[in-house]
């Protein structure tokens, strides 16, 4: 794909966060992926998108944006818009076809060109619309609330609340909360892979299914002494943390979990040298 649809408003609200330097590497690895469509290498990525004084902050930005797979790190979403353009601009070519049938030996007289991008994301909405919607609380089903206080990133509420209703949840809501809580001991979700509200309402992500991560929390024994993990403590959260606990490091107040998981990993690979 040489062209890509980008919404600056949802784009700024996940990415507030980021240094100039991470900004910058997001943007061209999202380049680099919709380019050439295949798992991004992390070991030569911050050459490909010309930052090699900046690896540090490249890594970063797949943790945290990317996830890793045994051929590289890959982006779902971008994934999905991927796969919707091809099937987009497969559709039209065959549907020109249709329309435009000629003789074989009449040249085409047509061509198709390819169509904009459909993207999941929603339009923020402004703080007005959000009160408008929300000012009669009394409209506000008893267990939209409930699920709202248990949903772990609050974004898009009066919109989350109009698809709430639409979908008209009844005696299933139990089983909902239920899923989400176990979506929440995810790795993706532990790690801040989580969508958005609303589209977890319109997708109906409660019947996803998730594997959940190894606790190794709660294999610690009683002398609080971190036990062997293996080789799969960086495949989670609570191993993570686990290991860097037993190398002495601790996740410091406000630091983001991918550079915790960073200076874990760095300080491991520094102790088997």
């Not at 409930?146 to 009066?158: C, E, I, N, R, T």
Request: aromatic letters at 10%; charged letters at 30%; hydrophobic letters at 35%.
């Amino acid at each position: 794909m040489h062209y890509y649809q980008f919404h600056i408003g949802d784009y700024a609200a996940h990415t507030r966060h980021l240094s100039l330097m991470e900004d910058l590497a997001y943007r061209r690895l999202l380049d680099l992926y919709y380019l050439h469509q295949k798992p991004i290498i992390a070991e030569i990525a911050a050459r490909q998108i010309g930052m090699k004084e900046y690896g540090q902050d490249v890594l970063a930005v797949l943790i945290e944006f990317f996830v890793e797979t045994q051929e590289g790190y890959v982006n779902l979403r971008a994934d999905r818009e991927i796969l919707n353009y091809i099937k987009q601009v497969d559709g039209g070519k065959k549907g020109a076809e249709k329309r435009w049938a000629k003789p074989s030996h009449t040249p085409p007289i047509a061509t198709t060109l390819p169509p904009p991008i459909a993207t999941i994301n929603q339009e923020p909405l402004t703080n007005n619309q959000d009160k408008q919607l929300l000012s009669d609380k009394s409209d506000v089903p008893d267990n939209f609330a409930q699920l709202w206080k248990a949903y772990p990133k609050k974004v898009g509420k009066s919109e989350t609340l109009k698809a709430w209703k639409a979908m008209k949840i009844n005696g299933e809501f139990p089983k909902i909360l239920e899923a989400l809580e176990r979506q929440k001991l995810s790795k993706k979700w532990k790690e801040g892979f989580i969508l958005d509200p609303v589209r977890w309402v319109k997708g109906k992500r409660w019947e996803d299914v998730v594997e959940v991560e190894p606790d190794f929390l709660s294999m610690l024994s009683d002398e609080n002494t971190p036990i062997d993990c293996g080789d799969s403590w960086k495949e989670s959260a609570s191993g993570i943390t686990v290991k860097g606990r037993s190398l002495g490091i601790e996740q410091q107040t406000g630091e983001p979990f991918p550079m915790f998981k960073i200076r874990v990993i760095e300080a491991e690979m520094m102790k088997s040298a």
